[in-house]
């Protein structure tokens, strides 16, 4: 009965939901609903008045001559008292998080049993905390809603670490926490989870990073680590305790996430917005890249209203999402080197915008050569001017942005200059329509029957199988992907990755059906990827998210066989044809084996004849709510591969002089 | 883990193309009177993402080479049937099996 009153108390059960809990314990009705009159009267009188541990909640200043003052009851704002483990899972549940993605950790014990009452808040156990990361981050993307991923102390914060540096580096507010012990009482004693200062492992790639001090601190830290989360440029976050916090009780306030959120939005200056705008109408020919914070804006279709407005070819960098129409006349296709200048159309913009892209450099080559003049619109002010010289940084929010900018050209937009956009505009539907022939040209390649089946022909029976608005979670690194035209307005969507720790896309795809089950989605993945983190088809398997797994494998780590040739051409590596780091075979591994192992059905393919009936069998298994896993064996290609790759030659069986 | 670190970058081409720009000239476009056409091609199309590097180190057949032209179509070079023609003659004889290894650069 203590139990249900406690739950009553902290509204985490409803009057009929206590009435039940109690006559199922044998008391009858009419004496569990006087059990409920005085429970009420003392929630009633907790609510007016909060515990005097945490600082009072605001209150409306009596007026003299008035009664005296009875603090009155603040929305959003509810006085709890309990363990620091419930004192935890009340906030997230205030803070709007639906899931949270542990792995296991004792000393979470009363976070653990918080949530047997409170069943509004689901525990998806992962059995790795790195693939658990990439879920909740999945799931995060996705859905736009929050979400918490949670560790056992510095072991399982370090598994965890390489998702959270993906995260910090494509910007999603992942919020992670795990206990520490160094300050327990029994710290000092060399525990076996035991670190001094372990928050500051993570502090560089988290863009927050705090520690509760006491227990009834930890609902305000967990406030906290939302909001920097999820205040633009999103990031992830971290927060700590000490271990014995979870177990001590304490009085504290929980309180609505909406009601500390300061929803920033920030308009541009509107002195900038015009000079950018007049050197969009001014110029011969300008160019828009744009980037993922016009998908995080939800304002794609207004990034198409300017382009269109101005006749502008658009392109994309390196992004997670793909956020402009593929299909759109004025989409002028990937910038498929380090530059702009890589493009083949246009090959002389005068005027470049970017419209929230990261824009990430691999060298110290600027993707926007110095000469035109550049537009840097968003809301991730930090790296503006980074690299580029730029006319006219805007700082904003790009959906306001969009609509500022929109705005100020219309204004300026004479009828001659409206004539000069439309004849740009049907200059680049012209390259448009070229260049979408000219790509189509893949299936020629002389390769393309071959076995293995090489990339391309993978790629291209994937594209025509997938549905008009399957979701691509895409973690093969060295796959280009062709022929699926995205479209974030309703067509096809991508979820690629933007920083390089691997391992992400099984993890990312189940995260992603998590949040949006009623979309096809298809994880694209090399073999070297899919191995650092398989173990997120087991949550597909006990979930039945069912998800398409497509591996590319090569049996090998194609990226960096390139690009080691690349930095060290002609050398010894390529007249010997001895790479020591990139061949994965000898034994190949065996990628649906490992997913039956998981409990998620697969199959090898080995060539390009078998691939229509496996994409087929798969649809029947999604179908059905169970995923799917294609082991699809591939051509290494590229220079310096041998037929046989060369082995370096470790042979311990020489050195065994025992059978055992 | 470096290989963490280093091996997921989608563009093999990234990179390349990256350090292409910073280290190489403009690559004339169209050839020079006796140049093979098919070399002026390959330098005013390929340069734009890759250094020489692979052109030193790769020897393969026409058909290899035309392969390779057509996995750039996927990465988004955009070239019609006579130029990948064109490009595919002259690799195939100036970087065929047979042809002899350019001496590396001093680094």
Not at chain 1, 369 to 393: Q, Y
Not at chain 1, 525 to 550: H, K, Y
């Amino acid at each position: 009965m203590r139990e249900l009153v406690a739950s009553y108390l902290s509204h985490s059960i409803s009057r009929r939901g206590f009435l039940d809990g109690l006559t199922k314990t044998g008391v009858t009705l009419a004496a569990a609903e006087a059990v409920l009159g005085s429970v009420s009267s003392v929630s009633h009188a907790q609510g007016a008045a909060p515990a005097p541990t945490p600082p009072a909640a605001p209150v409306a200043a009596p007026t003299a001559g008035a009664a005296p003052a009875v603090p009155a009851a603040v929305a959003g704002v509810k006085p709890f008292q309990g363990t620091g483990g419930a004192c935890f899972a009340e906030q997230l549940i205030a803070s709007g998080v639906k899931y949270v993605f542990g792995n296991s950790a004792s000393e979470d014990a009363q976070f653990y049993e918080a949530l047997v009452d409170r069943p509004q808040l689901k525990y998806i156990l992962t059995p790795h905390e790195g693939p658990g990361a990439a879920m909740a981050a999945g799931y995060i993307k996705a859905s736009g809603q929050p979400a918490i991923v949670m560790q056992a102390g510095v072991v399982g914060m370090a598994n965890a670490i390489g998702q959270m540096f993906n995260a910090f580096k494509e910007q999603t507010p992942l919020v992670c926490y795990s206990y520490r012990t160094d300050q327990s009482r029994r710290a000092g004693r060399d525990g076996f989870e035991e670190v001094a200062a372990q928050e500051q492992i993570v502090q560089p790639i988290t863009k927050y990073t705090w520690l509760a001090r006491r227990p009834d601190m930890i609902p305000e830290t967990v406030r906290r680590a939302f909001k920097a989360a999820w205040t633009p440029p999103y990031g992830p976050a971290y927060i700590s305790w000490h271990s014995d916090f979870n177990d001590e009780r304490a009085r504290t306030e929980i309180i609505a996430q909406d009601q500390v959120d300061p929803r920033m939005r920030v308009r541009p200056n509107p002195d900038e917005i015009e000079r950018a705008a007049r050197l969009l109408v001014e110029a011969r020919m300008p160019l828009m890249i744009v980037g993922d914070e016009i998908t995080n804006a939800k304002a794609v279709a207004k990034a198409v209203k300017l382009a269109e407005l101005l006749g502008m070819p658009v392109t994309q960098v390196r992004q997670i999402y793909a956020n402009f129409p593929e299909t759109h006349p004025l989409w002028v296709g990937h910038v498929p080197g380090g530059g702009l200048k890589s493009l083949t159309f246009p090959k002389d913009p005068d005027v470049v915008i970017n419209v929230g892209n990261k824009l990430q450099h691999n060298s110290p080559a600027p993707i926007v050569a110095r000469g035109p003049k550049f537009i840097d619109m968003r809301i991730d002010h930090g790296s503006i001017g980074n690299v580029m010289l730029t006319e006219v940084p805007l700082v904003a929010d790009v959906g306001y942005g969009l609509d500022d900018l929109t705005a100020a050209v219309e204004g300026l937009l004479t009828a001659s200059l409206r004539q000069k956009a439309a004849a740009r505009a049907v200059e680049v539907r012209r390259f448009g329509e070229q260049a979408r022939k000219l790509a189509a040209q893949v299936v020629n390649s002389p390769d393309w029957d071959q076995s293995p089946i090489i990339a391309d022909r993978l790629t291209h029976e994937i594209s025509r199988f997938a549905d008009p608005d399957a979701i691509i979670v895409h973690e093969a690194g060295s796959v280009a992907l062709h022929g699926f035209d995205f479209n974030p307005l309703g067509g096809r969507e991508l979820f690629f990755y933007y920083a390089a720790h691997l391992g992400s896309g099984v993890g990312t795809a189940a995260g992603v059906k998590l949040a949006r089950p009623n979309q096809q989605v298809i994880c694209l993945v090399g073999d070297g990827s899919f191995i650092f983190g398989p173990t997120a088809l087991w949550n597909m398997a006990r979930l039945e998210l069912p998800v398409i797994v497509v591996v590319y494998n090569n049996h090998a780590y194609s990226g960096p066989h390139s690009r080691v040739i690349n930095n060290v051409p002609g050398g010894r590596m390529v007249q010997t044809g001895q790479f020591v780091h990139d061949y994965l075979g000898s034994p190949d591994m065996d990628m649906a084996a490992i997913a039956r192992g998981f409990g998620v059905d697969g199959e090898v393919v080995q060539s390009p004849g078998e691939l229509a009936a496996a994409l087929a069998r798969a649809r029947t298994h999604t179908v059905e709510g169970k995923p799917y896993l294609i082991d699809a064996q591939v051509a290494r290609k590229g220079v310096g591969w041998a037929a046989k790759p060369w082995i370096p030659p470790i042979q311990v069986a020489a050195l065994r002089q025992k059978k055992v | 883990m470096t290989l963490r670190a280093v091996a997921a970058a989608s563009a093999v081409l990234a990179v390349w193309a990256a350090s292409a720009a910073a280290q190489q000239p403009a690559a004339p476009a169209t050839p020079a009177a006796g140049e093979n056409a098919g070399r002026a091609m390959v330098m005013a199309k390929c340069f734009q993402c890759h250094t020489d590097a692979m052109f030193r180190d790769a020897r393969q057949d026409r058909r290899a080479w035309e392969a390779a032209i057509y996995r750039m179509i996927g990465r988004g070079g955009l070239w019609t049937a006579d130029e990948i023609k064109v490009m595919a003659d002259y690799l195939g004889t100036d970087f065929g099996p047979e042809a002899k290894p350019a001496a590396a650069p001093a680094r």
